[in-house]
């Protein structure tokens, strides 16, 4: 009897758990953000999407392979709150609260590795889907009207991160980081609820990747921003980088998405692989097959030549690019030059363009890398950064 009765309890202690971590339903004002089933990453999630194989195969100009091995942080003390780029391809205008292999590959690609300096936290939310945004390039619109305004989106982000400051964040400096539809939520949230908040003097920098911040000439501050300027040093605190790449062979053209000055403003540029203004050679991790949410086309140049087996689903290419923010007319980006040579034993080529069926689509840049030339930048800073806000008064 005693058997049954504690069997009948655990079955219902099990099905009350399976229930609350069901996504909620979509059509929801606000989501419940306890619920484990709206993260991807978070510390204490059995199904953290953060941890996952980044390991990396470093090609050496030589053709010499060499695998680094991920190393996670041990015990971070600074926290990092990511939003992702569109990569739904839910059939709506809008995604639902289920993820799938799209936002988990893109945790995988542009979030998971800065691990290795921070806890990660990445909220799902009802993102514009790539359904929706490939609308304009000839896909097939899709059904019913769109959300209402102020419905979803950066909306579900404002939950999610107020959840994250009342259960999670405890007092811990944090960098928010973001790409695409993801940087522009983060650039809104940013100027809506850090600056001039308490929370601020937590606020350690902003990664605002593929999406528009913008200065006045010649400043970097006063824009998009009141009070947080472009970062300068690696470890400057309290600052954003931002940027959108194009490569310098293909500047940005008159219908460019990235870029524009507008309304007396410059778009702001900051160059990871060398913020005090140069050029630099990026330290970065691009996927071994594929790009971001499979807009790249269905061929990749091989990486070596004659073409190796690379286990690991990372590469390296040290020394193969070569970034600097220039200004070239009404447009500010960092320009990405790839160090050419034909008779070296690894690749001369490095996709990153959105290829429609009438091939690369310019406006776009190299907007599917944006984050992937830079990574190890990145990282590096963020870590010299915590370093940096470790010893704040």
Known sequence: MIRNVLAGAALALTIATSAAAQAPDPTVAHADYANPALWLCRPDLKDNKCKVDLDATSIAASGKLTVEKFAPAKDPKIDCFFVYPTV????????DFVPDHMEFDDIKLQFARFGSVCRTFAPMYRQGTLTGLRVASGGTPPPGPRPAPGFGGYNDVVDAWNYYLAHDNHGRGVVLIGHSQGAGVIARLIAAEVEGKPVQKQFISALILGAPVMVPPGKDIGGSFKTIPLCHAEDQIGCAINYSTFRDANPPPANSRFGHARDGMRAACTNPADLKGGKGQPDGYYLTKGFLNGSGGATQPPWTTPAA???????????????????????????MHVNNDIKGARTHELGGEIIRPTGPDWSWGLHLIDVDHSMGDLVRIVGKQAAAYAKKP
Do not use: H, R
Not at 88 to 95: E, F, I, K, T
Not at 319 to 328: A, D, Q, Y
């Open 88 to 95: 739904s391809m839910d059939p709506g205008w809008q995604s």
């Open 309 to 335: 087996d690379i286990k690991t689903p990372f590469v390296k290419v040290p020394g193969l690019i070569t970034t600097e923010c220039v200004s070239n007319g009404e447009f500010t980006y960092l320009a």
